[in-house]
């Protein structure tokens, strides 16, 4: 019977270990916002947490922690090759540095990736019986969000693209900065043989025309989004086209005209397509960040194209009447959160007021589309928290104001931010003084442990259901 009893040990060890096997699962979470939303922030912050600060009392809303059934999490080598890694190590020595002031760590242009192994113990059924211990491997792909704004590409001719974008730079807020590219464009016959150096010199200008928007006015709707952030692309022949006045002529062979479609299909083929089916089609869930408060200290036009911006988004989960992107390709995706980040910028009393303005704007925009199988949330919500909440009584009344070194600044300062509206507001009903909210600087930590606000919340909605 001994002999028996240890087979069977064996047999059950066996059977474990298949068990063990067959229930790690695999999570691919998309992080993605335009640039300077705080994508880099919050792996960062996300990593820490799961890392070094994984406990009942910092992650309180994430059951897996509040259940004490974490056991630990490590970055492990990720599987794709081809993505440069997240440099973990660098953003957070740039948030906790040994010496000096902490600085927000320089976010990345590209794509790139990381992978977690979180170890933990299942709460109930077959896995908890089985296997005391599972594993989730948690690949995190961050990528800017200014390449989603290409999506409509795909739909598009040269002609149709160009007739949009060139309509809309003749428009306000854009005509203003428009001038210098469309004197240019006006200069070049389309019709004439190729002349290389014209078409760079103006595709160069439509590059600082769309970089300058960008900055100057955070405008967000700019094609083709990697002309802002080309990396290795900066140059590349397909990279040098823009929009042109109307034309009906077809175009001649060896004409300028003939080379900007070419190079305008080669995009769309080479750069947007291989977007969708390498990387985008196989993520499960994604994670949106919203930088609302930036949006509302530009003014309403700014909100109104973060609007639209969010539209764009949500057009990739709509199986309505046209479905291309169905054609092209099926989403794996089936929960969607749109994050309003940075709450910590404003009082606690207003977080819910930011969150109900991403809902409205959000909801606005969900309307009329057809969503299948796809879960959408919206949360506010601060990776790193840099500032402290503080109460000034002034005349007997309670202020509840934030404390917290303002960016590119020396002194620490007591600030009372306005409180957000809990919806989009038209121009008319824009505030005469407009929107302040200051940027702050991260806060020294003695202890080096970075602070959230409702990041537990977010980690729940995006991973509680795979660490049951
Ligand atoms: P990315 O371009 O999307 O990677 O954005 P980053 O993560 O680099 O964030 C851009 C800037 O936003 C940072 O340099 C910070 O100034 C600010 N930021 C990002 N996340 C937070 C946050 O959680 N709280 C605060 N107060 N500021 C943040």
């Known amino acids: 019977t001994s002999f028996a009893k240890s087979t069977l040990k064996k047999i059950k060890g066996g059977a474990q270990k298949a068990v063990h096997r067959s229930l790690d699962q695999h999570v691919k979470l998309a992080v993605t916002g335009l640039s300077g939303s705080g994508k880099t922030a919050f792996i ?59 600085r927000w760590p320089s976010s990345t242009e590209r794509i790139n990736t990381l992978r977690l192994a979180i170890k933990y113990r299942s709460d109930s059924g077959l896995r908890g019986h089985f296997s005391p211990q599972s594993t989730l491997y948690l690949d995190i792909i961050d990528y800017p969000g200014e390449w989603l ?16 974008q060139y309509t809309l730079l003749q428009q306000p807020p854009r005509v203003e900065k428009s001038q210098a590219f469309l004197t240019a464009l006006a200069a070049l016959d389309l019709h004439a043989p190729v002349d290389e150096s014209a078409l760079s ?20 709707m700019l094609q083709p989004g990697r002309m802002l952030m080309p990396g290795e692309l900066q140059g590349a022949p397909l990279l040098l086209f823009f929009p042109v006045a109307g034309y009906t002529e ?33 993520f499960d869930r994604q ?34 009447e046209t479905g291309f992107l169905k054609r092209l390709f ?28 991403l809902d409205s704007l959000v909801h606005e925009q969900s309307n009329h589309l057809k969503f299948d199988g796809v879960k959408i949330e919206t949360m506010a919500m601060s990776s ?40 989009m507001l038209n121009k008319d009903e824009w505030p005469s003084h407009g929107f302040e909210f200051l940027s702050f600087s991260p806060m020294p930590s003695p202890d080096k442990q970075l602070k959230h606000i409702r990041l537990d919340h977010v980690m729940q909605y995006l991973l509680g259901d795979k660490l049951t």
């Open 44 to 102: 960062t912050a996300l990593v820490k947490h799961l890392t070094s600060q994984a406990n009942e009392k910092n992650l309180p809303f994430f059951d897996v922690m509040q259940q004490q059934r974490h056991i630990a999490t490590r970055i492990v080598p990720q599987e794709a090759l081809t993505i440069p890694t997240f440099d973990y190590p660098k953003a957070l020595s740039a948030l906790l540095p040994t010496e000096g002031q902490p």
């Open 149 to 164: 704004l290409d999506l409509p590409m795909l739909q598009q001719s040269y002609r149709q693209w160009s007739e949009q």
């Open 201 to 220: 010199g103006i595709a160069t200008q439509y590059q600082a025309l769309l970089v300058g928007l960008k900055k100057d006015t955070k405008l967000a």
């Open 250 to 282: 077809e175009a001649i062979a060896g004409s300028n005209l003939a080379h900007l479609q070419k190079r305008f299909d080669a995009y769309v083929k080479e750069v947007v397509k291989p977007f969708y089916s390498q990387h985008f089609r196989h």
């Open 287 to 320: 994670i949106v960040l919203v930088d609302v408060l930036s949006a509302l200290n530009e003014g309403p036009e700014t909100l109104q194209e973060q609007g639209d911006v969010i539209k764009q988004l949500l057009a990739h989960f709509n199986y309505g």
């Open 330 to 357: 099926k989403p794996n995706i089936d929960k969607l959160l749109f994050a309003a980040n940075k709450s910590d910028h404003i009082s606690g009393v207003h977080h819910k007021d930011l969150a109900l303005l």
């Open 384 to 423: 790193i928290t840099a500032t402290m909440p503080k109460q000034v009584t002034e005349q007997g009344k309670t202020l509840n104001c934030i404390y917290g070194l303002p960016l590119l600044e020396s002194q620490w300062l007591t600030y009372l931010p306005p409180q957000p509206p809990m919806r």
